[in-house]
Protein backbone atom coordinates (compact mmCIF):
# COMPACT_ATOMS: atom_id res chain seq x y z
CA UNK A 1 0.00 0.00 0.00
CA UNK A 2 1.05 3.33 -1.06
CA UNK A 3 -0.33 5.11 1.79
CA UNK A 4 0.49 7.64 4.17
CA UNK A 5 -0.58 8.57 8.42
CA UNK A 6 -4.30 9.22 6.86
CA UNK A 7 -5.21 5.90 4.80
CA UNK A 8 -8.25 4.85 6.74
CA UNK A 9 -9.35 1.97 4.12
CA UNK A 10 -6.02 -0.10 3.06
CA UNK A 11 -7.21 0.71 -0.49
CA UNK A 12 -4.84 -0.33 -3.17
CA UNK A 13 -4.71 2.55 -6.09
CA UNK A 14 -3.98 1.80 -9.87
CA UNK A 15 -0.80 3.02 -10.71
CA UNK A 16 -1.77 5.56 -13.60
CA UNK A 17 -4.45 6.57 -11.39
CA UNK A 18 -3.06 10.01 -11.19
CA UNK A 19 -3.29 10.52 -14.79
CA UNK A 20 -7.17 9.17 -15.06
CA UNK A 21 -8.19 11.34 -12.23
CA UNK A 22 -6.33 14.52 -13.73
CA UNK A 23 -8.30 13.64 -16.75
CA UNK A 24 -11.62 13.33 -15.27
CA UNK A 25 -10.82 16.66 -13.40
CA UNK A 26 -10.13 18.81 -16.83
CA UNK A 27 -13.27 17.28 -18.31
CA UNK A 28 -15.62 17.37 -15.53
CA UNK A 29 -18.32 20.45 -14.80
CA UNK A 30 -17.36 22.08 -11.72
CA UNK A 31 -19.14 23.19 -8.88
CA UNK A 32 -17.66 26.57 -9.42
CA UNK A 33 -18.41 27.53 -12.81
CA UNK A 34 -16.04 30.63 -12.68
CA UNK A 35 -13.01 27.77 -12.20
CA UNK A 36 -14.11 26.76 -15.86
CA UNK A 37 -13.67 30.04 -17.39
CA UNK A 38 -10.86 31.30 -16.23
CA UNK A 39 -9.20 27.52 -17.57
CA UNK A 40 -10.72 28.45 -20.62
CA UNK A 41 -9.37 31.69 -20.71
CA UNK A 42 -6.18 30.47 -20.13
CA UNK A 43 -6.30 28.17 -22.88
CA UNK A 44 -7.41 30.84 -25.21
CA UNK A 45 -4.33 33.04 -24.12
CA UNK A 46 -2.01 30.68 -24.77
CA UNK A 47 -3.46 30.00 -28.12
CA UNK A 48 -3.56 33.27 -28.79
CA UNK A 49 0.05 33.94 -27.53
CA UNK A 50 1.33 31.46 -29.90
CA UNK A 51 -0.31 31.91 -33.01
CA UNK A 52 0.70 35.56 -32.57
CA UNK A 53 4.15 35.05 -32.13
CA UNK A 54 4.29 31.98 -35.13
CA UNK A 55 2.72 34.77 -37.62
CA UNK A 56 4.85 37.71 -36.20
CA UNK A 57 7.93 35.58 -37.01
CA UNK A 58 7.00 34.41 -40.03
CA UNK A 59 6.46 38.19 -41.81
CA UNK A 60 9.25 39.16 -39.60
CA UNK A 61 11.15 36.00 -42.17
CA UNK A 62 9.61 36.89 -44.84
CA UNK A 63 10.69 40.75 -45.12
CA UNK A 64 14.19 39.61 -44.12
CA UNK A 65 13.86 37.14 -47.43
CA UNK A 66 12.19 40.54 -49.42
CA UNK A 67 15.23 42.66 -48.52
CA UNK A 68 17.37 40.44 -49.35
CA UNK A 69 16.02 39.19 -52.39
CA UNK A 70 16.02 42.74 -53.78
CA UNK A 71 19.38 43.96 -52.09
CA UNK A 72 20.70 41.19 -54.10
CA UNK A 73 19.33 41.83 -57.45
CA UNK A 74 21.64 44.14 -57.70
CA UNK A 75 24.66 43.32 -54.96
CA UNK A 76 27.00 40.43 -56.16
CA UNK A 77 27.56 37.41 -53.32
CA UNK A 78 31.35 38.05 -53.15
CA UNK A 79 33.12 40.92 -54.42
CA UNK A 80 36.58 40.76 -54.92
CA UNK A 81 38.11 44.39 -54.91
CA UNK A 82 41.95 45.67 -56.13
CA UNK A 83 41.93 49.45 -54.17
CA UNK A 84 42.66 52.69 -55.27
CA UNK A 85 45.03 50.81 -58.57
CA UNK A 86 42.09 48.20 -59.44
CA UNK A 87 43.03 44.89 -61.21
CA UNK A 88 44.93 44.95 -63.74
CA UNK A 89 44.48 41.26 -65.23
CA UNK A 90 40.20 40.41 -64.43
CA UNK A 91 40.46 37.40 -66.36
CA UNK A 92 42.78 35.74 -64.68
CA UNK A 93 41.62 36.52 -60.86
CA UNK A 94 38.04 35.32 -62.21
CA UNK A 95 39.34 32.31 -63.20
CA UNK A 96 41.07 31.71 -59.74
CA UNK A 97 38.03 32.31 -58.54
CA UNK A 98 35.67 29.64 -60.38
CA UNK A 99 38.44 27.07 -59.23
CA UNK A 100 35.91 27.22 -55.57
CA UNK A 101 33.26 25.15 -56.36
CA UNK A 102 30.91 27.77 -54.75
CA UNK A 103 31.55 30.68 -57.65
CA UNK A 104 29.02 29.72 -60.18
CA UNK A 105 29.64 33.19 -62.50
CA UNK A 106 32.25 36.29 -62.31
CA UNK A 107 31.74 39.52 -64.11
CA UNK A 108 34.09 42.62 -63.51
CA UNK A 109 33.11 46.32 -62.92
CA UNK A 110 34.18 49.87 -62.49
CA UNK A 111 33.12 51.50 -59.54
CA UNK A 112 32.90 55.71 -59.33
CA UNK A 113 30.75 58.36 -58.57
CA UNK A 114 29.68 61.25 -60.14
CA UNK A 115 26.64 63.89 -60.81
CA UNK A 116 23.91 63.46 -63.04
CA UNK A 117 22.63 66.49 -64.80
CA UNK A 118 19.76 67.30 -66.68
CA UNK A 119 18.12 70.28 -68.38
CA UNK A 120 16.46 72.71 -65.86
CA UNK A 121 19.68 72.65 -63.24
CA UNK A 122 18.43 69.45 -61.66
CA UNK A 123 21.32 67.61 -60.11
CA UNK A 124 21.78 64.24 -58.48
CA UNK A 125 24.75 62.16 -56.90
CA UNK A 126 25.02 58.78 -58.19
CA UNK A 127 27.70 55.50 -57.94
CA UNK A 128 28.28 55.10 -61.34
CA UNK A 129 29.41 51.04 -62.47
CA UNK A 130 30.35 49.94 -65.50
CA UNK A 131 29.18 46.62 -66.32
CA UNK A 132 29.69 43.96 -69.20
CA UNK A 133 26.36 43.58 -69.85
CA UNK A 134 26.67 40.04 -71.01
CA UNK A 135 28.71 39.25 -67.87
CA UNK A 136 26.70 41.05 -65.14
CA UNK A 137 23.63 39.19 -65.87
CA UNK A 138 24.89 36.28 -64.24
CA UNK A 139 25.49 37.64 -61.21
CA UNK A 140 22.84 40.29 -60.93
CA UNK A 141 18.96 40.61 -61.53
CA UNK A 142 18.55 43.92 -63.74
CA UNK A 143 17.66 42.50 -66.41
CA UNK A 144 14.35 41.18 -64.57
CA UNK A 145 14.02 44.33 -63.08
CA UNK A 146 13.71 46.60 -66.40
CA UNK A 147 10.76 48.90 -66.35
CA UNK A 148 11.65 50.54 -69.95
CA UNK A 149 14.92 50.15 -72.32
CA UNK A 150 17.15 46.83 -71.96
CA UNK A 151 20.26 45.82 -70.18
CA UNK A 152 21.46 44.58 -73.49
CA UNK A 153 21.20 48.49 -74.54
CA UNK A 154 24.62 49.24 -73.21
CA UNK A 155 27.22 49.14 -75.77
CA UNK A 156 31.16 50.68 -75.51
CA UNK A 157 31.49 53.89 -77.24
CA UNK A 158 27.88 54.87 -77.74
CA UNK A 159 27.46 56.23 -73.94
CA UNK A 160 24.45 54.75 -72.96
CA UNK A 161 23.31 54.86 -69.39
CA UNK A 162 20.63 53.10 -67.23
CA UNK A 163 19.35 54.33 -63.92
CA UNK A 164 17.36 53.80 -61.11
CA UNK A 165 13.05 54.99 -61.44
CA UNK A 166 13.96 56.92 -58.37
CA UNK A 167 16.95 58.98 -60.63
CA UNK A 168 14.62 58.90 -63.98
CA UNK A 169 11.67 60.36 -61.43
CA UNK A 170 13.60 63.30 -59.86
CA UNK A 171 15.44 64.53 -63.13
CA UNK A 172 12.28 63.64 -65.28
CA UNK A 173 13.98 61.63 -67.56
CA UNK A 174 12.79 58.98 -70.24
CA UNK A 175 14.25 56.68 -72.60
CA UNK A 176 16.19 58.70 -75.28
CA UNK A 177 16.52 61.66 -72.96
CA UNK A 178 20.05 63.08 -72.71
CA UNK A 179 22.11 63.73 -68.99
CA UNK A 180 25.37 64.94 -67.94
CA UNK A 181 27.71 62.91 -65.99
CA UNK A 182 29.78 64.80 -64.06
CA UNK A 183 33.11 62.92 -62.97
CA UNK A 184 34.99 64.08 -59.76
CA UNK A 185 38.28 63.39 -61.38
CA UNK A 186 39.04 66.79 -63.32
CA UNK A 187 41.41 67.82 -65.81
CA UNK A 188 43.72 70.93 -65.25
CA UNK A 189 43.60 73.92 -67.25
CA UNK A 190 45.17 76.72 -67.66
CA UNK A 191 41.92 78.24 -65.85
CA UNK A 192 42.59 75.68 -62.71
CA UNK A 193 41.02 72.31 -62.21
CA UNK A 194 37.72 71.96 -64.26
CA UNK A 195 35.66 68.47 -63.79
CA UNK A 196 35.19 66.21 -66.36
CA UNK A 197 31.87 66.21 -68.48
CA UNK A 198 30.59 63.50 -70.49
CA UNK A 199 26.88 63.24 -72.62
CA UNK A 200 24.99 60.10 -72.20
CA UNK A 201 21.51 58.93 -73.51
CA UNK A 202 19.12 57.07 -71.18
CA UNK A 203 18.89 53.69 -72.66
CA UNK A 204 16.97 51.93 -69.80
CA UNK A 205 15.25 52.73 -66.51
CA UNK A 206 14.90 49.61 -63.45
CA UNK A 207 13.40 49.25 -60.25
CA UNK A 208 14.56 47.29 -57.87
CA UNK A 209 12.15 48.99 -54.92
CA UNK A 210 15.32 49.36 -52.90
CA UNK A 211 15.77 52.84 -52.04
CA UNK A 212 19.68 52.63 -52.38
CA UNK A 213 19.77 51.55 -56.24
CA UNK A 214 16.67 52.96 -57.74
CA UNK A 215 17.73 56.44 -56.24
CA UNK A 216 21.48 56.47 -56.55
CA UNK A 217 22.92 53.78 -59.09
CA UNK A 218 23.38 54.40 -62.58
CA UNK A 219 25.04 52.00 -64.98
CA UNK A 220 27.14 52.68 -67.97
CA UNK A 221 29.62 49.97 -70.35
CA UNK A 222 32.68 48.67 -68.83
CA UNK A 223 34.52 50.53 -71.14
CA UNK A 224 32.86 53.56 -70.87
CA UNK A 225 33.69 53.45 -67.71
CA UNK A 226 37.13 52.91 -67.58
CA UNK A 227 37.24 55.97 -70.25
CA UNK A 228 35.44 58.24 -68.44
CA UNK A 229 37.70 57.59 -64.64
CA UNK A 230 40.57 56.81 -66.78
CA UNK A 231 41.81 53.29 -65.78
CA UNK A 232 42.44 52.08 -69.18
CA UNK A 233 42.41 48.51 -69.23
CA UNK A 234 42.16 47.94 -65.35
CA UNK A 235 38.64 47.64 -63.24
CA UNK A 236 37.75 48.44 -60.03
CA UNK A 237 36.80 44.39 -59.14
CA UNK A 238 35.37 41.34 -59.96
CA UNK A 239 31.84 40.30 -58.76
CA UNK A 240 31.24 36.55 -58.20
CA UNK A 241 27.74 34.93 -57.97
CA UNK A 242 27.72 31.50 -55.86
CA UNK A 243 25.36 28.76 -55.74
CA UNK A 244 24.67 29.27 -52.15
CA UNK A 245 24.40 32.75 -51.00
CA UNK A 246 24.47 31.91 -47.04
CA UNK A 247 28.07 30.49 -47.95
CA UNK A 248 29.58 33.61 -48.92
CA UNK A 249 30.98 34.51 -45.61
CA UNK A 250 32.92 31.16 -45.83
CA UNK A 251 33.76 31.27 -49.72
CA UNK A 252 35.06 34.69 -48.40
CA UNK A 253 37.48 33.77 -46.14
CA UNK A 254 38.46 30.86 -48.25
CA UNK A 255 39.17 33.43 -51.64
CA UNK A 256 40.97 35.07 -49.34
CA UNK A 257 43.16 33.15 -48.18
CA UNK A 258 43.98 32.19 -51.89
CA UNK A 259 44.15 35.46 -53.65
CA UNK A 260 47.33 37.86 -53.16
CA UNK A 261 47.40 39.86 -49.82
CA UNK A 262 46.65 43.16 -51.99
CA UNK A 263 43.07 42.00 -52.75
CA UNK A 264 39.92 43.07 -50.48
CA UNK A 265 37.52 40.54 -50.47
CA UNK A 266 34.26 40.74 -49.28
CA UNK A 267 30.76 39.52 -49.16
CA UNK A 268 27.10 40.81 -48.93
CA UNK A 269 26.47 39.93 -45.52
CA UNK A 270 29.16 42.59 -44.78
CA UNK A 271 28.29 45.41 -47.50
CA UNK A 272 24.57 45.45 -45.88
CA UNK A 273 25.22 44.14 -42.08
CA UNK A 274 23.24 47.15 -40.74
CA UNK A 275 20.10 46.04 -42.09
CA UNK A 276 20.20 42.66 -41.37
CA UNK A 277 21.38 43.16 -37.95
CA UNK A 278 18.23 45.96 -37.40
CA UNK A 279 16.00 42.62 -38.49
CA UNK A 280 17.49 40.60 -36.09
CA UNK A 281 17.28 42.68 -33.10
CA UNK A 282 13.60 43.34 -34.24
CA UNK A 283 12.78 39.86 -34.39
CA UNK A 284 14.44 39.07 -31.21
CA UNK A 285 12.76 41.73 -29.33
CA UNK A 286 9.28 40.91 -31.13
CA UNK A 287 10.21 37.32 -29.70
CA UNK A 288 10.43 38.58 -26.24
CA UNK A 289 7.51 41.04 -26.34
CA UNK A 290 4.98 38.42 -27.31
CA UNK A 291 6.33 34.80 -25.21
CA UNK A 292 5.36 37.56 -22.42
CA UNK A 293 2.16 37.26 -23.68
CA UNK A 294 2.37 33.66 -23.41
CA UNK A 295 3.91 33.69 -19.85
CA UNK A 296 1.13 35.98 -18.50
CA UNK A 297 -1.64 33.28 -20.17
CA UNK A 298 0.15 30.40 -18.77
CA UNK A 299 0.73 32.00 -15.25
CA UNK A 300 -2.93 32.42 -15.68
CA UNK A 301 -2.82 28.83 -14.85
CA UNK A 302 -1.50 29.20 -11.48
CA UNK A 303 -4.61 31.05 -10.41
CA UNK A 304 -7.19 28.45 -12.36
CA UNK A 305 -5.66 25.50 -10.45
CA UNK A 306 -5.48 27.25 -7.18
CA UNK A 307 -9.03 27.36 -7.25
CA UNK A 308 -9.23 24.27 -9.18
CA UNK A 309 -7.48 23.03 -5.46
CA UNK A 310 -9.93 24.85 -3.57
CA UNK A 311 -12.70 23.22 -5.27
CA UNK A 312 -11.57 19.72 -4.80
CA UNK A 313 -10.20 19.75 -1.48
CA UNK A 314 -13.19 17.00 -0.47
CA UNK A 315 -12.24 14.65 -2.95
CA UNK A 316 -8.32 15.29 -2.22
CA UNK A 317 -9.08 14.46 1.22
CA UNK A 318 -11.22 11.20 0.13
CA UNK A 319 -8.16 10.08 -2.24
CA UNK A 320 -5.46 10.54 0.87
CA UNK A 321 -7.71 8.37 3.53
CA UNK A 322 -7.75 6.15 0.23
CA UNK A 323 -3.75 5.98 0.32
CA UNK A 324 -2.99 8.62 -2.65
CA UNK A 325 0.58 9.47 -1.31
CA UNK A 326 0.93 13.48 -1.32
CA UNK A 327 3.58 13.00 -4.33
CA UNK A 328 0.20 11.08 -6.34
CA UNK A 329 -1.68 14.56 -5.44
CA UNK A 330 0.34 16.65 -6.69
CA UNK A 331 0.47 14.95 -9.97
CA UNK A 332 -3.00 15.12 -10.20
CA UNK A 333 -2.82 18.71 -10.63
CA UNK A 334 0.23 18.85 -12.67
CA UNK A 335 -1.55 16.59 -15.38
CA UNK A 336 -4.65 18.94 -15.19
CA UNK A 337 -2.59 22.36 -16.01
CA UNK A 338 -0.03 19.97 -18.42
CA UNK A 339 -3.47 19.33 -20.29
CA UNK A 340 -4.78 22.79 -20.55
CA UNK A 341 -1.36 23.69 -21.63
CA UNK A 342 -1.14 21.05 -24.16
CA UNK A 343 -4.51 21.86 -25.85
CA UNK A 344 -3.54 25.64 -25.81
CA UNK A 345 -0.17 25.47 -27.64
CA UNK A 346 -1.96 22.69 -30.10
CA UNK A 347 -4.50 25.56 -31.02
CA UNK A 348 -2.24 27.88 -31.25
CA UNK A 349 0.61 26.30 -33.25
CA UNK A 350 -1.93 25.08 -35.75
CA UNK A 351 -3.56 28.58 -35.71
CA UNK A 352 -0.29 30.17 -36.04
CA UNK A 353 0.85 27.82 -38.97
CA UNK A 354 -2.27 28.26 -40.83
CA UNK A 355 -1.95 32.06 -40.91
CA UNK A 356 1.54 32.67 -41.22
CA UNK A 357 0.99 29.74 -44.58
CA UNK A 358 -2.23 32.21 -45.76
CA UNK A 359 -1.17 35.10 -44.54
CA UNK A 360 -1.45 36.78 -48.39
CA UNK A 361 -5.42 35.63 -48.30
CA UNK A 362 -5.93 36.89 -44.86
CA UNK A 363 -4.20 40.14 -45.32
CA UNK A 364 -6.48 41.35 -48.41
CA UNK A 365 -9.65 40.10 -46.76
CA UNK A 366 -9.41 42.45 -43.33
CA UNK A 367 -8.33 45.17 -46.08
CA UNK A 368 -11.35 44.36 -47.79
CA UNK A 369 -13.77 44.08 -44.98
CA UNK A 370 -12.38 47.40 -42.68
CA UNK A 371 -11.82 49.40 -46.04
CA UNK A 372 -7.88 50.30 -44.89
CA UNK A 373 -4.42 49.27 -46.45
CA UNK A 374 -1.88 47.99 -43.80
CA UNK A 375 1.04 49.05 -45.89
CA UNK A 376 0.20 51.45 -48.13
CA UNK A 377 2.14 51.39 -52.14
CA UNK A 378 2.45 55.45 -51.39
CA UNK A 379 4.84 55.25 -48.42
CA UNK A 380 6.13 51.74 -48.54
CA UNK A 381 8.13 50.17 -50.99
CA UNK A 382 7.26 46.73 -50.40
CA UNK A 383 3.08 47.25 -50.04
CA UNK A 384 2.15 43.11 -49.54
CA UNK A 385 3.06 41.25 -46.18
CA UNK A 386 5.48 38.63 -47.18
CA UNK A 387 5.58 35.28 -44.95
CA UNK A 388 7.94 32.47 -44.30
CA UNK A 389 7.25 29.90 -42.15
CA UNK A 390 10.31 28.18 -40.50
CA UNK A 391 8.99 24.76 -38.65
CA UNK A 392 11.86 25.37 -36.16
CA UNK A 393 10.48 28.59 -35.18
CA UNK A 394 7.33 27.39 -34.47
CA UNK A 395 8.77 24.19 -32.34
CA UNK A 396 10.59 26.87 -30.49
CA UNK A 397 7.90 28.93 -29.66
CA UNK A 398 5.93 25.33 -28.64
CA UNK A 399 8.29 24.33 -26.44
CA UNK A 400 9.16 27.33 -24.59
CA UNK A 401 4.69 27.56 -24.08
CA UNK A 402 4.98 23.87 -22.80
CA UNK A 403 8.08 24.59 -20.62
CA UNK A 404 6.02 28.17 -18.70
CA UNK A 405 2.80 25.49 -18.03
CA UNK A 406 4.60 23.00 -16.77
CA UNK A 407 6.30 25.91 -14.74
CA UNK A 408 3.16 27.51 -13.65
CA UNK A 409 1.25 24.11 -12.20
CA UNK A 410 4.13 23.48 -9.71
CA UNK A 411 2.91 25.25 -7.09
CA UNK A 412 -0.53 25.07 -7.42
CA UNK A 413 0.20 21.13 -7.26
CA UNK A 414 1.83 21.60 -4.45
CA UNK A 415 -0.41 23.26 -2.54
CA UNK A 416 -2.98 20.46 -3.44
CA UNK A 417 -0.57 17.77 -1.71
CA UNK A 418 -0.05 19.51 1.37
CA UNK A 419 -4.40 19.50 1.86
CA UNK A 420 -5.18 17.93 5.29
CA UNK A 421 -7.71 15.26 4.75
CA UNK A 422 -8.87 15.89 8.74
CA UNK A 423 -9.31 20.32 7.97
CA UNK A 424 -10.64 19.41 4.60
CA UNK A 425 -13.64 17.20 5.91
CA UNK A 426 -14.21 19.16 8.95
CA UNK A 427 -17.55 20.62 7.60
CA UNK A 428 -18.10 17.56 4.89
Do not use: C
Not at 49 to 75: D, H, P, Q, Y
Not at 91 to 107: C, F
Not at 145 to 154: I, Q, Y
Amino acid sequence: MRGPAFSIIPFPLPRSFELFVGLRYTRAKRRTQFVSFISMISMAGIALGIAALITVMSVMNGFEKEIRARILGAAAHVQILGGDAGLADWQRLADEARKNPEVTAAAPFVMGQGLLSAGGGSVRGVYVRGIVPRLEETVADFGQHMVAGRLEDLKPGEFGIVIGVGIARGLALGLGDRVTLISPQGQVTPAGLLPRLKQFTVVGIFRLDHNEYDNALALIDMQDGQALYRMGDRVSGVRLKLHDLDRAPAVARELTSSLPDDLYVTDWTRQNANYFRAIQIEKRMMFIILTLIIAVAAFNLVSTLVMAVTDKQPDIAILRTLGAAPASIMKIFVVQGAIIGVIGTVIGVVVGVLLALNIDVVVPFVEHTFHFQILSSDVYYISELPSDLHWRDAISVAAVSLFLSFIATIYPSWRASRVNPAEALRYE
